[in-house]
């Protein structure tokens, strides 16, 4: 991986929104699963307008970036970010959340928007 600096104001808005264990979760979860606000309501058992406010603070900051299918809107960590490799090496310091997704796919609920 390239060494790249990262802007310390940008670097301490990205920390500070990364910050917060609900956003660092969703973040670490689209690190290998494109999602839907639906699956992370039942995921952090939320509401809809509390998971959209989180993921529009990301996409602010274009950490997530949002693809329209349909009549719905999948989230996925914004590969095209300046900041993509910063916020990788963070991530790759935390567990794997991908037992949720497991989860999700057990319960029926993977992708319940389609």
């Keep these: 991986m390239v060494n790249t600096l990262v802007d310390i104001e940008k670097a301490s808005m990205?920390?500070?929104l990364l910050g917060d264990k609900t956003r660092l979760t969703m973040v670490k979860l689209l690190e290998m699963n494109d999602c839907c606000v639906c699956e992370f309501v039942e995921i952090f058992k939320m509401s809809q307008p509390s998971i959209s406010q989180h993921?529009?603070?990301l996409k602010d900051a274009e950490i997530v970036k949002e693809?329209?299918?349909g009549q719905w809107i999948i989230y996925?960590?914004?590969r095209d970010s300046e900041?993509?490799?910063f916020?990788?090496?963070l991530l790759s310091h935390l567990p794997d959340q991908e037992f949720k997704i497991k989860q999700l796919e057990q319960q029926g609920l993977r992708i319940s928007c389609e």
């Design 14 to 16: 990205i920390l500070k």
């Design 55 to 57: 993921l529009r603070k």
């Design 67 to 69: 693809t329209r299918r």
């Design 76 to 78: 996925s960590l914004n």
């Design 83 to 85: 900041y993509y490799l």
């Design 87 to 89: 916020i990788i090496e």
